[in-house]
């Protein structure tokens, strides 16, 4: 079973907001990189969100700057995803990553997380 588990998607509005939330085992969330990804059908696949394992440096792919923002609670064992002004483009699978070893350069690489939650469905229409 996956470790890393996410919760929060559904439907929503264009316009309307969203958080997602993100759970794993104390021994890995304290030691971890955490980034957010994303996938739908015939559309682009990328990582959206990072967050360092003290949580001092972020990265945000520029289709989501500016909407969404990347929090975690080292105490709480939990990463969070706040994504708002939520648009039809934004409709996607949206899956929580750890890493333990990635370097912040290349934070955008989904070969360089090692655990993967099973992802939590986000639908924007109207």
């Known amino acids: 079973q996956v470790q890393l588990v996410e919760s929060g998607g559904g439907l929503v509005q264009p316009g309307g907001s969203l958080r997602l939330s993100c759970v794993a085992p104390?021994?890995?969330?304290?030691?971890?990189?955490m980034g957010w990804y994303r996938q739908a059908p015939g559309k682009q696949r990328e990582m959206v969100a990072f967050?360092?394992?003290?949580?001092?440096?972020?990265k945000y792919a520029d289709s989501v700057k500016g909407r969404f923002t990347i929090a975690r609670d080292n105490a709480k064992n939990s990463v969070y995803l706040q994504m708002n002004s939520l648009m039809s483009e934004d409709t996607a699978v949206y899956y929580c990553?750890?890493?333990?070893?990635?370097?912040?350069?290349?934070?955008?690489?989904?070969?360089?997380?090692?655990?993967w939650g099973q992802g939590t469905q986000v639908t924007v229409s109207s």
């Open positions: 104390g021994s890995i969330f304290s030691t971890d990189h």
């Open positions: 967050i360092s394992v003290a949580g001092g440096n972020l």
């Open positions: 990553a750890a890493s333990p070893w990635l370097v912040d350069e290349w934070w955008n690489r989904r070969d360089q997380y090692e655990y």
